[in-house]
């Protein structure tokens, strides 16, 4: 099976001052994938804040790096935009996860595992559904990297974006029919 990993342009925010011009172009999109990463944790009851948020279309991720910029009302405000709508898979936790941020009204999600069922799909697991609807191979080796870093690898931030991309391209490929 060819491998797939996200090979377009990909905006690392690291900076508050950055985020809303990073966050521009999604602001006209239908629909973005969407997917967050935590430092892994190896003790029970211990559990890191979300380390950063990834929202993507086709052509374009952004990665916002939540450890070093605040979870502020600009990303808030398109987690809670009714207009577009974010896809991931597994998206109940990350939420979770935000709102331990800071309280917002997340809305228009769509999570993938609710969906695929309807498409003979029982698989719920990114990779796996990646695989059957597109027939590649996605590596999930960085799932446990830190995502806290001071600094993400390039093979860390190209992992990141898949996750959103991936997203965004299936559920495309799921209502489209083709």
Do not use: C
């Not at 629909?31 to 993507?56: A, H, N, W």
């Not at 709102?99 to 698989?123: T, W």
Request: avoid cysteine; charged fraction near 25%; charge should be neutral.
């Amino acid at each position: 099976m060819p491998s797939a990993m996200y090979e377009g342009k990909v905006v690392v925010v690291e900076r508050d001052e950055d985020v809303d011009e990073a966050l521009e172009p999604l602001l006209k999109a239908n629909v973005i994938g969407f997917d967050t990463e935590t430092r892994p944790s190896f003790k029970r009851g211990l559990l890191y804040p979300v380390s950063m948020i990834q929202l993507g279309v086709e052509d374009y991720v952004v990665i916002l790096r939540l450890s070093k910029i605040n979870f502020s009302k600009s990303i808030q405000s398109i987690l809670s935009n009714e207009k577009i709508i974010k896809v991931g898979v597994g998206i109940h936790d990350d939420l979770a996860a935000l709102q331990r941020l800071s309280k917002f009204e997340p809305s228009s999600f769509i999570d993938l595992q609710n969906m695929v069922g309807a498409y003979g799909i029982n698989e719920k697991s990114f990779a796996k559904m990646m695989a059957i609807i597109f027939g590649v191979h996605v590596s999930k080796r960085q799932r446990t990297s830190n995502w806290a870093a001071d600094l993400l690898t390039e093979t860390q931030i190209r992992y990141a974006a898949t996750d959103a991309w991936g997203a965004k391209i299936m559920y495309d490929k799921l209502v489209s029919g083709k």
